[in-house]
């Protein structure tokens, strides 16, 4: 394993860490402080609010990530991560359309992620896309009741 493999490998294992915090935090109804946390990685790792990408035409949005923010997989893979950890806060306090956004955002990202894999198929990537689009049904079911 070489060394960039090796780093990914650790970075992806502290960002799990995080999620998990953030998920507990979401559980016990800290849900202000959990998209602050949110909101602070994006800042760190990618030097914009992670409302900027929800606030995107959802046509424009790869363009904006990876021509002019330059984002790479695993950076893109994180901000679709960081997307769904939001939109479920949303839907917890009722926010649907902004819950729907996040999800449809992520699911953009985790789409793309998939066309330009080395590997033909990832299960994680095919799993995030289904948990998405479920979330997604979910929403619209709950917006149309």
Do not use: W
Request: charged residues 30%; negative net charge.
């Amino acid at each position: 394993m070489d060394e960039l493999q090796h780093m990914t490998k650790k970075l992806l294992g502290e960002f799990k860490k995080v999620q998990k915090s953030i998920n507990k935090m979401t559980e016990a109804g800290y849900y202000t402080e959990a998209l602050q946390i949110i909101n602070n990685i994006s800042q760190d790792s990618f030097e914009f609010d992670v409302s900027v990408p929800r606030k995107m035409p959802i046509e424009d949005l790869m363009i904006l990530l990876e021509d002019h923010r330059q984002l790479n997989g695993f950076q893109l893979n994180v901000l679709a991560e960081l997307l769904m950890m939001e939109g479920d806060i949303y839907f917890a306090i009722e926010k649907l359309d902004k819950s729907k956004n996040c999800f449809e955002k992520a699911l953009r990202i985790f789409y793309h992620l998939d066309e330009r894999m080395e590997e033909p198929f990832s299960i994680d990537l095919m799993d995030r896309m289904n948990q998405s689009m479920e979330k997604i049904q979910r929403i619209k079911n709950k917006i149309n009741q």
